[in-house]
């Protein structure tokens, strides 16, 4: 399958090469030529400009868009309007609001383009060897994806979740949803902390990860985490936001929906950046091992 792919940041640049891997044939843009010139080398077209990779793609041309959620989506997709046909198809990977999607989509209709919104989880790990990817958007469009799918993510980790918009959606509430879980878990290492007991947090965290109910992807990266350092006292535990949690939020108060462990979630991250303790460094360390955001380290 040959497909388009624009934008080659961190998750852009794992998923190129594991699409590569796959046998897949790619085409590659972006706007820092050194990151065009990485995935050349391995095997990737590479171009200088959205025209020239609409020209390098047969129709119906397959585009996968992994930039940054907002204006630089808007702009991408007005730039490839002109230069696609009828029957083409655009895929936003990235972490756009729902509501963006159900927009971009009636305005590609009109064009006669299909835009398919794939929520994508699995962070960077996920991205190179296995996501996980909510789809919506037009069904017959979707076929036509899935066999990009199918090599992208692991078994049984892609699925169509309904019409545009709903990609977006169900990946805005599993993000809220991980807020939720890192919350607890940085509470519960909080409390072991300062139980009294000499816990070796690492040591927990590590028997948690084989057979508990609690076991999981996260877990694992906890103790990744407290290997470094059993206090996290190399950070401080001041947690950011990409803007998924608070849209969680926004929209249960549309939809009257409680989910008061996710507010409260989201609420306690503006909290942690004027006061601090392991609970937040916790949080903000496994924000870092999945997905490699930033954190603030101590001076």
């Known amino acids: 399958m040959k497909a388009g792919i624009v934008g080659l940041g961190k998750m852009g640049c794992n998923m190129a090469e594991h699409i590569l891997e796959c046998g897949h044939d790619l085409v590659v ?38 930039v940054p959620a907002g204006a630089p989506v808007d702009s991408t997709i007005e730039q490839l309007i002109p230069l696609l046909e009828k029957g083409d198809v655009i895929v936003d990977g990235g972490n756009s609001h729902y509501k963006d999607s159900e927009r971009r989509a009636v305005r590609l209709k009109e064009a006669g383009i299909t835009f398919l919104d794939a929520g994508t989880s699995g962070g960077l790990e996920g991205a ?10 037009e069904k017959a469009a979707y076929a036509v994806l899935e066999p990009l799918l199918k090599d992208l993510c692991v078994e049984k980790g892609y699925g169509y979740m309904g019409r545009s918009g709903s990609g977006h959606f169900a990946k805005m509430v599993h993000n809220g949803i991980e807020y939720g879980m890192m919350q607890a878990m940085g509470e519960g290492f909080n409390l072991l902390d300062a139980s009294g007991y000499d816990f070796d947090l690492e040591e927990v965290s590590r028997v948690w990860a084989h057979g508990s109910v609690i076991r999981g992807w996260l877990m694992e990266l906890m103790v990744q985490a407290l290997q470094k350092d059993p206090k996290l006292a190399y950070l401080k535990g001041s947690i950011a936001d990409s803007g998924e949690g608070r849209w969680t939020v926004e929209a249960a108060m549309e939809h009257e929906v409680s989910i008061p462990v996710i507010a409260a979630s989201l609420f306690n991250r503006y909290r942690s950046r004027s006061d601090e303790n392991l609970s937040d460094r916790a949080v903000a360390a496994l924000r870092h091992e999945f997905g490699g955001h930033a954190f603030i380290l101590k001076s």
């Open 29 to 66: 843009f972006d706007l820092m030529e050194e990151a065009v010139a990485a995935l050349a080398a391995k095997g990737a077209v590479p171009v200088a400009s959205l025209q020239e990779l609409a020209g390098m793609l047969d129709s119906p041309r397959l585009i996968w868009l992994m």
């Open 128 to 137: 190179r060897h296995g996501a996980c990817i909510m789809v919506g958007g």
